[in-house]
């Protein structure tokens, strides 16, 4: 049974970069041709796509987001990563990742259990 | 981008009785839409997929339909852990994927 989760610091510093770490388990990062999602809810909002990757390292991201996001993979952990750049206040919401799926079911399942982001000084 | 619209913003509906959740496109997106249900604490969960098609585990009760830019999700007959937060999400055209702003499901 495929679970993701999510590690990193829960307090970031406006201006800062937050990064993050989904931890996948129960299979390989590689093995099939699926996508990896990001995704975030502010508290008490609404779901955000941030950004998917291939398990190639192809990238896509959400235009309201791309100027300051990279996400990666790193097959050989297991592992992809989320780093968003110059955070503010706007930026504090629960991370989640999630598998996307492949061609043509970019629905997401499962899901990482989230983790609560804070960006303030 | 394709914006999806959920109606209503909450719904009151006493246990027992049926629930329909919409959710609208701004442009089609085939029966490329999937339905999930978050609780409080908890990250969502992919309830439908393909518009009509239930997810691994996901009971009876549930249903989804509608292609192009209409789609609806029924409750048939509500219990009490069916009370949460719906979601649904198109995934026809992206970058990027979005989903609806979300319904409550409330207890009347």
């Known amino acids: 049974q495929l679970q993701l989760q999510e590690s990193g610091p829960g307090l970031v510093k406006p201006s800062e970069t937050l990064s993050l770490t989904c931890t996948v388990s129960?299979?390989?990062?590689?093995?099939?041709?699926?996508?990896w999602g990001w995704v975030r809810q502010p508290p008490g909002k609404g779901l955000e796509w941030i950004g998917s990757i291939y398990y190639s390292g192809s990238t896509y991201y959400n235009p309201s987001l791309k100027s300051r996001v990279t996400i990666s993979v790193d097959t050989s952990k297991n592992q992809f990563s989320l780093s968003l750049r110059s955070v503010t206040a706007a930026d504090t919401a629960v991370y989640y990742c999630?598998?996307?799926?492949?061609?043509?079911?970019?629905?997401?399942?499962?899901w990482g259990q989230g983790t609560l982001v804070t960006v303030s000084s | 981008e394709i914006v999806m619209t959920q109606s209503p913003a909450t719904l009151s509906v006493s246990p027992g009785e049926r629930a329909t959740l919409s959710c609208r496109a701004s442009?089609?997106?085939?029966?490329?839409l999937a339905w999930y249900q978050q609780k409080p604490g908890q990250a969502p969960r992919l309830l439908i997929y393909?518009?009509?098609t239930r997810a691994t585990g996901i009971p009876a009760r549930f249903s989804g339909s509608g292609s192009g830019t209409e789609f609806t999700l029924t409750i048939s007959s509500l219990q009490s852990e069916d009370f949460a937060v719906y979601y649904c999400?198109?995934?026809?055209?992206?970058?990027?994927?979005?989903f609806g702003q979300g319904t409550r499901l409330e207890i009347k």
């Open positions: 442009q089609s997106v085939s029966s490329d």
């Open positions: 999400q198109q995934y026809n055209n992206w970058p990027p994927i979005t």
């Open positions: 129960g299979g390989s990062i590689s093995s099939s041709s699926y996508y």
């Open positions: 999630a598998l996307e799926g492949d061609w043509p079911n970019y629905w997401f399942d499962p």
């Open positions: 393909g518009a009509s």
